[in-house]
């Protein structure tokens, strides 16, 4: 049911102005014009993961669903979890429209949407009322003018402890000026310290540790990559999420799209995230469970990002020109490639072709 109507819905979707047809697609959700699917998953794909066991590995990733209006709905329709955000102390509206640009034939985005959200009070009362059906990560974030960027990551972790089944530190966003500087080892030690403090002491209140995960950018040089993974284990993250959009412009984007300002997501990215991926994994030796978001649009993409070292997947581009019935046709290819290697779960698929990935020079930016 689901998949003959979003296969409806989509030509007309792709007609509409591209806010206008994520704010339709939000409030069909929201209505409950979509149904479920007609079995539970095959428990072979289910993770283990932060005493969470999720049905699948395939999630949404933030910037979908930033005000919290649908997740329970999104874990309702397929995917294994859902993340909210990024959302910012304050309300914030944005960079000037238009700011989100399709390029159809590469099957990619270009986005500059600068962290539009609702702010933490809205948020928090809408996520008051919600199911909880199903594993739920807040992604936060700083607001444009912060006078102090970590303390505005340090006040999400406060306001949503008690609703995030995980948090998502976002300092890879392209969007809001200055803000990938947090990734610089100095910044990050501040930062990781700050947050992860709030988290205990949270954690010691409540009798309840939540998950923390740090999502970093794939324009990252690859030199800084190994003090950047050193950091992000020193201070105990949860996982890493390799990565957000990409500033740079491979060779042969629609020259009439390419030139827009913003973070690119989708097909074009797709090369260049797995790579720091693996590189990341290797890095850390597997010892943290990594999340691969970046140009997942198959089931042919969503096993190499396992098997360049994640254990969760995050899409959203792709839903864009797939459409919702690309969650079960990466559930279906996933589980043939266990049926071909013997294997009862994921886990072996976990990192199996890191070095191949790994040994790739990443992509001149162009």
Not at 247 to 254: E, F, I, K, Q, S
Request: charged fraction near 25%; aromatic fraction near 4%.
């Amino acid at each position: 049911m689901i998949t003959r109507l979003a296969g409806l819905a989509r030509p007309m979707l792709l007609l509409m102005e591209p806010e206008r047809a994520h704010e339709t697609t939000l409030r069909a959700l929201e209505s409950g014009l979509f149904s479920a699917p007609a079995e539970p998953d095959d428990p072979r794909l289910a993770v283990d993961i932060w005493d969470h066991r999720l049905p699948n590995p395939i999630g949404i990733a933030a910037g979908f669903d930033k005000n919290g209006r649908v997740p329970d709905v999104l874990v309702r329709i397929g995917f294994g979890f859902a993340e909210i955000g990024t959302v910012t102390p304050l309300p914030q509206v944005g960079n000037p429209k238009p700011r989100v640009f399709r390029l159809i034939r590469d099957r990619a985005l270009i986005n500059r949407l600068g962290f539009n959200n609702a702010g933490h009070i809205r948020v928090k009362a809408r996520l008051a009322m919600r199911e909880r059906n199903g594993v739920m990560g807040v992604n936060v974030g700083a607001n444009k003018d912060s006078a102090d960027r970590t303390a505005d990551y340090v006040q999400g972790i406060q306001t949503f402890y008690d609703d995030a089944d995980y948090f998502m530190v976002n300092i890879s966003s392209p969007n809001t000026p200055g803000l990938r500087d947090l990734q610089a080892p100095a910044a990050l030690d501040e930062l990781l310290g700050r947050v992860m403090a709030m988290r205990d002491a949270r954690a010691d209140a409540t009798g309840q540790r939540v998950p923390v995960a740090v999502k970093i950018a794939p324009d990252v040089a690859e030199a800084d990559l190994a003090p950047i993974c050193e950091r992000l284990e020193a201070h105990g993250v949860d996982a890493i999420a390799v990565s957000n959009t990409t500033l740079a412009r491979p060779p042969g984007l629609d020259r009439h799209v390419a030139h827009e300002a913003g973070g690119l997501s989708g097909r074009p990215l797709f090369e260049r995230a797995t790579i720091m991926l693996a590189k990341v994994h290797r890095l850390t030796r597997g010892r943290i469970p990594l999340i691969g978001i970046g140009g997942i649009e198959s089931g042919e993409t969503a096993l190499a990002k396992i098997e360049a070292g994640a254990t969760l997947i995050q899409l959203y581009t792709a839903l864009v020109y797939e459409g919702p019935g690309l969650i079960e046709r990466i559930k279906e290819h996933l589980l043939a490639a266990m049926a071909a290697q013997g294997a009862a779960n994921l886990a072996p698929l976990v990192g199996r072709r890191v070095d191949e990935w790994a040994d790739r020079p990443l992509p001149e930016s162009g």
